[in-house]
C-alpha cells in the first residue's frame, strides 16, 4: 500500500496558490480516477482510498498548513502501519519553471517547509519518494510571499496542460517504480 501526499494548505483563501501545487495534483488524480476525499479529524486531514493498477493507494492532503504537514502524514502512516518506502510526496519547487516535475527518491528539505515537517517527523530520515511541481520563476520578492500568491493566469494554463502528463507521471510510478518514472519524465 502507498500513501500519496499532496502539500498545500486547507481553506479556498490558498485553492490557486502556488504553494497548493500538491493539493492541485490530488483533486485532478481524484477527478481522473474516480475518487473522492474525506476529511478524518483523526488524520487532521482528506482522505481517500483506491487502487491504481495492482496497487492499493492511500491519498492525503493534510490540512495541518504546510509547517506542519508531517503530523498528518505520520498519523496516517501509524493508523494503516505504511512503511516509510511506501511514502510518495507531490508537492510544489520554486526553483522549477511553472509545470516543470522532477521525481526524486530522497533528498533534503531544500528550503520547502512542508518536506521539513516530514523530515522531522521521520526522526530525521529524508528517504521517500517525491514528485516536485515547478512553480517558477520567482521575481525579486521572499519566497514566503511569493509561493502564497494565486498562480498567475499563464501560469495556471501551464499547470493545466501539465496534469495529464503529471497523472501519467504517477501511474508510471505506481506501476514500474521511482526509477523508470525519473528516466521517462525527469
Known amino acids: 500500500m502507498k500513501l500519496i501526499t499532496g502539500l498545500g494548505n486547507p481553506g479556498d483563501k490558498y485553492k490557486f496558490t502556488r504553494h497548493n501545487a500538491g493539493f492541485i495534483v490530488l483533486d485532478y488524480l481524484s477527478y ?7 476529511f478524518e479529524s483523526k488524520f487532521n ?8 493498477g495492482s496497487e492499493s493507494v492511500i491519498f492525503l492532503k493534510p490540512h495541518t498548513f504546510m509547517n506542519l504537514s508531517g ?12 512503511q516509510r518506502e511506501d511514502i510518495f510526496v507531490i508537492y510544489d519547487d520554486i526553483a522549477l519553471p511553472a509545470g516543470t516535475i522532477r ?3 530522497k533528498g533534503s528539505d531544500g528550503g520547502h517547509n512542508g518536506i521539513k515537517s516530514i523530515i522531522q517527523c521521520l526522526g530525521g ?3 521517500f519518494d517525491r514528485l516536485k511541481i515547478g512553480i517558477g520563476p520567482q521575481p525579486n520578492i521572499p519566497s514566503e510571499v511569493y509561493v502564497l500568491q494565486n498562480y498567475t493566469s499563464e501560469q495556471l494554463d501551464i499547470i493545466k496542460q501539465e496534469l495529464p502528463r503529471i497523472k501519467d507521471s504517477v501511474e508510471t510510478y505506481l506501476e514500474k517504480g521511482i526509477q523508470a518514472a525519473q528516466t521517462k519524465f525527469n
Open 125 to 127: 530520515n529524508n528517504n
Open 45 to 52: 486531514g482528506e482522505i481517500a482510498k483506491t487502487t491504481v
Open 71 to 82: 503530523q498528518s502524514l505520520m498519523a496516517v502512516m501509524n493508523f494503516y502501519k505504511i
Open 32 to 38: 481522473q480516477w474516480n475518487f473522492n476525499f474525506k
Open 103 to 105: 521525481y526524486r527518491a
